[in-house]
């Protein structure tokens, strides 16, 4: 379903939520017609809803996210669902700490992790990954085998893979457009901050949230744990505990089993598998009701 309806772009991004899943909250919790906002898009699995019925505003901090969400909307259009009328899409970018509009029937989010970027705190460093692994400075043992790709040669008539943010190239085999970007730390990135500064944030994002949903409005969050420091951290109940404070009350939590874990989970479970929290194979799904006449 992601090949036929996002382009080659959108899988470039490192955290992309189930489609299925998302079917299903926007079928539950949703009525076609309304409007619904995504503060914290990627690349855009909350269109989805539009393909549904629903109106999607859809807000997204990054560029280079922001467009390749324009482009797989442009190609969904092309793809209608039997018996549902096409909703309409407004695609922007923006910070979900002050989001440029006004009122929404519901929102249906997926917020980042604590401090862990996009694969959810398992390693924060290179270090991380290193004790993972078992590096050692001054390895010198041989390697038993080397397995690899060698890089095209970036070549003008587009036949290289080009390596630059924001410049694509043509897969050898597909001829699709590949793009590649760099791994830096965007500082103004939620998913980048650690401790107070990510709650801080966090609740600004929400007391928006707030702010933008209709009285008696439905918001619903996609949320999953994560470790660090060999801890268990419980990342869905403490954003329920803060949403609660907010004007906000919880009416539904149900959890889903993931098919398959993420390469640094799986990682992480061979390093330790004494250590795995089984809690890291579920995601919760978290439905809150604003308050407030309506």
Same mark, same amino acid.
């Given at each position: 379903?992601?090949?036929?309806?996002?382009?080659?772009?959108?899988?470039?991004?490192?955290?992309?939520?189930?489609?299925?899943?998302?079917?299903?909250?926007?079928?539950?919790?949703? !009525?076609?017609?309304?409007?619904?906002?995504?503060?914290?898009?990627?690349?855009?699995?909350? *269109?989805?809803?539009?393909?549904?019925?629903?109106?999607?505003?859809?807000?997204?901090?990054?560029?280079?996210? /922001?467009?390749?969400?324009?482009?797989?909307?442009?190609?969904?259009?092309?793809?209608?669902?039997?018996?549902?009328?096409?909703?309409?899409?407004?695609?922007?970018?923006?910070?979900?700490?002050?989001?440029?509009?006004?009122?929404?029937?519901?929102? $249906?989010?997926?917020?980042?992790?604590?401090?862990?970027?996009?694969?959810?705190?398992?390693?924060?460093?290179?270090?991380?990954?290193?004790?993972?692994?078992?590096?050692?400075?001054?390895?010198?043992?041989?390697?038993?085998?080397?397995?690899?790709?060698?890089?095209? !040669?970036?070549?003008?008539?587009?036949?290289? *893979?080009?390596?630059?943010?924001?410049?694509?190239?043509?897969?050898?085999?597909?001829?699709?457009?590949? /793009?590649?970007?760099?791994?830096?730390?965007?500082? =103004?990135?939620?998913?980048? *901050?650690?401790?107070?500064?990510?709650?801080?944030?966090?609740?600004?994002?929400?007391?928006?949230?707030?702010?933008?949903?209709?009285? !008696?409005? $439905?918001?619903?969050?996609? /949320?999953?744990?994560? =470790?660090?420091?060999? !801890?268990?951290?419980?990342?869905?109940?403490?954003?329920?505990?803060?949403?609660?404070?907010?004007?906000?009350?919880?009416?539904?939590?149900?959890?889903?089993?993931?098919?398959?874990?993420?390469?640094?989970?799986?990682?992480?479970?061979?390093?330790?598998?004494?250590?795995?929290?089984?809690?890291?194979?579920?995601?919760?799904?978290?439905?809150?009701?604003?308050?407030?006449?309506?």
């Amino acid at each position: 379903m992601r090949r036929r309806l996002f382009v080659p772009e959108a899988m470039q991004h490192p955290a992309k939520g189930h489609l299925g899943l998302w079917e299903a909250i926007i079928d539950q919790y949703t !009525q076609p017609g309304e409007w619904i906002l995504d503060p914290m898009a990627g690349i855009g699995g909350t *269109l989805m809803g539009a393909l549904m019925g629903r109106n999607v505003v859809a807000v997204e901090l990054e560029e280079h996210f /922001v467009q390749p969400m324009k482009a797989s909307w442009a190609k969904m259009r092309a793809k209608p669902m039997l018996g549902c009328e096409m909703g309409c899409v407004v695609i922007l970018r923006g910070d979900a700490r002050a989001l440029p509009l006004g009122r929404v029937d519901g929102i $249906v989010t997926s917020p980042p992790y604590e401090g862990g970027g996009h694969h959810g705190g398992a390693f924060d460093t290179w270090g991380g990954v290193q004790e993972a692994i078992g590096w050692k400075g001054g390895y010198t043992r041989p390697v038993d085998a080397v397995v690899t790709s060698p890089p095209y !040669q970036n070549r003008e008539d587009g036949g290289g *893979l080009i390596a630059e943010k924001g410049e694509g190239g043509f897969h050898p085999y597909t001829r699709e457009p590949t /793009v590649y970007w760099h791994t830096q730390r965007d500082q =103004t990135n939620i998913g980048n *901050l650690r401790g107070d500064r990510y709650w801080a944030a966090m609740e600004q994002v929400y007391g928006e949230c707030h702010r933008v949903l209709k009285p !008696q409005g $439905v918001m619903v969050l996609v /949320v999953k744990g994560f =470790t660090r420091d060999k !801890q268990y951290i419980d990342l869905p109940d403490q954003t329920r505990e803060m949403v609660d404070g907010l004007g906000f009350s919880l009416i539904d939590r149900w959890e889903r089993e993931l098919w398959s874990l993420s390469f640094w989970r799986r990682l992480q479970q061979k390093r330790d598998p004494e250590a795995f929290d089984e809690r890291l194979r579920y995601e919760s799904v978290l439905a809150f009701r604003r308050g407030g006449a309506g």
